[in-house]
């Protein structure tokens, strides 16, 4: 790679678009619900005990459904999971990551067609299908 001065233009524009990501009301509402979660007691405790009720159903997995127990675990990790995912702090934090998501892919999928329409996007999200790629990102 030859480092010349349209190079160095090229990184002065992209610190540029990082710096218009990180003053968008997207990223700002990002940080002040990442902010509320980390500060939520419940949350925490929430996710505490799902991370508990996580161990205990792994630890029975590796013997398969047939182990004793099993169904218990796997019944207590959904009820923790589904606790912690209506829990309204996780759920604004989730909410507002994908949308910060949805704007970096768009970002990314922008330049990408710009530069050429052969280059191809994998998203963040993999249940979401790009039209560019036509669910062949990767191959």
């Given at each position: 790679m030859i480092y010349n001065d349209a190079l160095f233009k090229l990184e002065d524009l992209?610190?540029?678009?990082?710096?218009?990501?990180?003053?968008?009301?997207?990223?700002?509402?990002?940080?002040?619900?990442?902010?509320?979660?980390?500060?939520?007691?419940?949350?925490?405790?929430?996710?505490?005990?799902?991370?508990?009720?996580?161990?205990?159903?792994?630890?029975?997995?590796?013997?398969?459904?047939?182990?004793?127990?099993?169904?218990?675990?796997q019944q207590a990790l959904f009820k923790a999971k589904r606790s912690l995912d209506l829990?309204?702090?996780?759920?604004?934090?989730?909410?507002?990551?994908?949308?910060?998501?949805?704007?970096?892919?768009?970002?990314?999928?922008?330049?990408?067609?710009?530069?050429?329409?052969?280059?191809?996007?994998?998203?963040?999200?993999?249940?979401?299908?790009?039209?560019?790629?036509?669910?062949?990102?990767?191959?």
């Amino acid at each position: 790679m030859i480092y010349n001065d349209a190079l160095f233009k090229l990184e002065d524009l992209s610190h540029d678009l990082i710096a218009a990501v990180l003053k968008s009301p997207v990223y700002q509402t990002y940080l002040a619900t990442q902010q509320a979660l980390r500060n939520s007691q419940v949350a925490q405790q929430l996710k505490n005990d799902f991370l508990t009720q996580q161990a205990a159903f792994e630890k029975l997995a590796a013997y398969g459904k047939y182990a004793p127990g099993y169904k218990k675990a796997q019944q207590a990790l959904f009820k923790a999971k589904r606790s912690l995912d209506l829990q309204p702090e996780v759920a604004a934090f989730k909410m507002a990551e994908t949308e910060l998501q949805q704007v970096l892919d768009a970002i990314t999928q922008t330049l990408a067609e710009t530069v050429s329409p052969e280059i191809k996007v994998a998203y963040g999200n993999p249940f979401e299908k790009s039209q560019h790629c036509k669910g062949n990102c990767h191959g």
